[in-house]
């Protein structure tokens, strides 16, 4: 098949928009992209699929989401991270395991009306695996554990975990997320490291989140006490790290196979230790926002050669799992240093495929690649920054593809 679009963003590095393009689909992969009438000539009798007022891209990358969560920010919402999770914590004694599956169900319909085709998933309720695979998106599910019992609960993957939960096929990857270090003790993150080198699963981990993780890693006093006292953990556990990310370079878990999520309070040295381990991040600025975390400082990053991605997050911590939302937001943080809407929309393609080590599959549109393809409307505002525009405009897609086939018409 050949979608062809009045202009075609390839996101490949440094190719500008191409106007009049074409891409052509063979099964799950894309064999050629490029000027349409050239490609229209070499592939004849190939049927065509012609998106007139679209742009094509290369599907959204989230890098960063729990789609089990329902909409609960409104009812949870707190100014500092402990006061957010001990809300969260009540909030969830009300809810059943239909309520997960339904936000699930719900949240697989957003990312693929606005054209999300991959994400990094936390399934913490087990109502995820089942549900993506019905759905066709492509994903990491990492499954969650939180554990400051110095003994792993069982074998990773975590033995409780019930029969089809574990899904492996060739759209999703299974892997790990050790909740964050305040919340996972030492001994297990080892025994975690070990178990994913072993077996080669992906980590996720959320990481330097706030200045009170911060602080407790420290060995100072910080609003998780009421966490660690609801919990019945040892409120003076404390590695008297310099910073969290140090205390991962410490245990031995910082390498190109763990994601670091959110790395808000991340200092020079601690981008340096990111940057040398070859550990991706995620940036999740609204839910950064909501939570009264901080800003990330996103440019100093990028400077230092980091891969990052974008993530939404959680329904629980953010007002939508939109990607060109979270684009924006980005966008208006951090604008003035330097952030375009071209560096946003490769955070949201060619980054988010690398952060979840699917960078040789997807993110950009390339003959090789897998076919995950999106049609949005073109701007009515024509300012010649097709980045910028789409960004002001874009709320959902025309079309969505993951490998190969549509899952989403508008
Ligand atoms: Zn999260």
Not at 69 to 93: C, D, F, M, Q, Y
Not at 154 to 167: E, F, I, S, T
Not at 226 to 236: K, Q, S, V
Not at 316 to 333: I, T, Y
Request: glycine share 8%; with cysteine.
């Amino acid at each position: 098949m050949i979608l062809t679009a009045p202009i075609l963003l390839t996101m490949r590095r440094g190719a500008p928009p191409v106007t009049d393009g074409a891409i052509v689909v063979l099964h799950d992969r894309i064999i050629n992209a490029g000027p349409a009438e050239k490609i229209l000539r070499q592939y004849r009798g190939h049927r065509v699929r012609s998106f007139e007022n679209a742009v094509l891209m290369p599907g959204l990358v989230n890098v960063h989401t729990h789609l089990e969560l329902p909409a609960l920010l409104k009812e949870i919402r707190s100014s500092t991270l402990p006061g957010w999770v001990l809300n969260l914590i009540e909030a969830k004694k009300r809810l059943q395991p239909v309520d997960y599956r339904t936000a699930t169900a719900e949240n697989i319909k957003t990312l693929l009306r606005t054209g999300t085709t991959a994400l990094g998933e936390i399934c913490t309720h087990g109502a995820s695996p089942a549900l993506l695979k019905q759905s066709g998106l492509r994903a990491v599910i990492y499954h969650e554990i939180i554990s400051m019992d110095p003994r792993l609960p069982g074998p990773v993957p975590p033995a409780g975990l019930a029969r089809g939960r574990w899904v492996k096929t060739a759209l999703l990857r299974p892997g790990i997320s050790p909740h964050a270090p305040h919340t996972v003790s030492g001994p297990v993150l080892r025994q975690i490291t070990a178990a994913a080198r072993k077996k080669g699963l992906p980590l996720a981990m959320h990481v330097a989140e706030s200045l009170d993780e911060v602080r407790l890693l420290q060995g100072k006093a910080s609003g998780f006490s009421r966490l660690y006292e609801a919990a019945g953990w040892d409120p003076n556990w404390a590695p008297s790290a310099p910073s969290p990310i140090a205390y991962l370079a410490l245990v031995g878990i910082l390498g190109p196979r763990l994601l670091a999520v959110h790395a808000v309070h991340a200092d020079a040295r601690d981008r340096m230790l990111l940057k040398k381990a070859l550990v991706p991040v995620a940036h999740c600025p609204r839910s950064n926002n909501e939570t009264g975390v901080g800003t990330m400082p996103l440019k100093l990053f990028l400077d230092a050669g980091i891969t990052v991605g974008l993530g939404t997050d959680s329904l629980a911590s953010s007002p939508s799992l939109s990607l060109w939302d979270e684009m924006r937001s980005a966008l208006a943080l951090h604008r003035n240093t330097g952030v375009t809407s071209h560096h946003l929309l490769l955070l949201a393609s060619t980054g988010g495929a690398k952060a979840l080590g699917m960078g040789s599959d997807i993110g950009s549109i390339e003959a090789g690649k897998k076919a995950d393809i999106i049609a949005i409307r073109l701007p009515v505002k024509n300012t010649n920054d097709i980045y910028s525009d789409l960004l002001r405009e874009t709320e959902s897609g025309i079309m969505t593809m993951v490998n190969g086939k549509i899952l989403y018409q508008a």
